[in-house]
């Protein structure tokens, strides 16, 4: 089966791929991220630092709105 075939893969995408070395179905199963985020450990906002790269949910409770 080509990338071509496969539902939601179109040219941009197809392109995309290539640059990732990514040319067949079997390249893109065998593909491994170079990196991974670990997004399940949320982190309060009060407690986060300059030097840390986390994952936060937010709730906007109220909007001011100003005119």
Known sequence: ?????????????????????????????NYLPRKYEDRSRLVEVVNLTDEMKSYCELTIDKINKTY
């Open 1 to 29: 089966m080509k990338l071509k075939d496969i539902k939601g893969i179109g040219p941009k995408k197809i392109q995309y791929l290539h640059e990732m070395n990514i040319y067949n179905v079997d390249d893109l199963i």
